[in-house]
């Protein structure tokens, strides 16, 4: 699977615990996608909301192009649609809804068609405390890799 990672939000994963992932389509402009070619993106503060039923990307930094016709173009951080199926809004919605969960961007790229996706996923806070677990798990696994390597039979 060749994909071209264009954006990736590296706090999300730091903040909150991944439950389930989602692969979306987005609503670009064409400036916008030469602008996502150039990697000129940027998913920090980025988050997902349903607007008037449908799943909005909002706060997304998607810069404009110098080459790019002034009178089409529009705010950087507008909202952008994505597209999921029917099934899939429902099941984010509820899941939102009731169980409180995050609907969280993780990262932009084009798929192997090269059409602009976004991974999102619903996600739950971390508190302070789970987050410095997390650290001493992954400090503790790359100690013991580091370990294991350097060991000499």
Do not use: W
């Amino acid at each position: 699977m060749a994909i071209n990672l264009i954006a990736q939000n590296k706090k999300a994963r730091h903040e909150y615990e991944i439950l389930e992932k989602f692969e979306a389509g987005i609503v670009l402009q064409g400036s916008e996608v030469k602008a996502l070619r150039a990697r000129r993106s940027n998913l920090n503060d980025a988050y997902c909301r349903f607007i008037k039923g449908e799943l909005h990307l909002v706060n997304a930094h998607i810069a404009h192009l110098e080459t790019a016709n002034r009178h089409f173009t529009k705010d950087e951080r507008a909202p952008r649609k994505l597209l999921l199926h029917k099934k899939q809004l429902e099941k984010i919605f509820s899941k939102s809804a009731k169980e409180g969960l995050t609907i969280v961007p993780l990262s932009i790229y084009f798929n192997e068609r090269n059409l602009a996706k976004v991974s999102i996923a619903l996600a739950k806070g971390k508190q302070l405390h789970d987050k410095r677990e997390t650290l001493k798990r992954r400090t503790m696994e790359r100690e013991a890799q580091k370990a294991m390597k350097n060991r000499s039979y």
